[in-house]
């Protein structure tokens, strides 16, 4: 997470970053239409077998496609974005790509699949 903070920090300090300010009178709440309310979303205790199985037919259809393009030479690091440490959990840093990985092998896990994922 240091690594995150320190390249955000010094991204924040050069003139590409000075061009780009987020102006906050801009930003508008989403109008009603557009909005899915948390309780309307079936949870994983209401998931019958049925739908259990047609997910499970789906997923092993689905391929997670991950473009890693682009270097973060602009925000002052070498390497891959996605190399990037932006999480500490119990005293390990994580990188973008390490969150995608466990991302995959939870889905995968959870229902028993197994869901490819290929980085370009």
């Known amino acids: 997470m240091h690594a995150?903070?320190?390249l955000f920090q010094l991204w924040k300090s050069t003139e590409k970053a000075a061009d780009n300010q987020l102006v906050w009178d801009d930003i508008k709440t989403p109008t009603s239409d557009r909005l899915i309310l948390y309780d309307?979303?079936?949870s994983k205790q209401?998931?019958?077998p049925e739908l259990e199985d047609e997910e499970r037919e789906l997923l092993?259809?689905?391929v997670v496609l991950k473009l890693n393009g682009g270097l973060g030479t602009t925000m002052g690091y070498q390497g891959p974005k996605s190399a990037i440490e932006v999480r500490t959990e119990r005293g390990n840093e994580y990188t973008f790509?390490?969150?995608t990985v466990q991302h995959i092998a939870?889905?995968?896990e959870q229902y028993g699949v197994d869901v490819p994922l290929v980085l370009m």
């Open 106 to 108: 939870a889905l995968n």
């Open 46 to 48: 209401e998931t019958t």
């Open 60 to 62: 092993h259809k689905l």
């Open 4 to 6: 995150f903070h320190s």
């Open 97 to 99: 790509l390490d969150l």
């Open 40 to 42: 309307s979303i079936a």
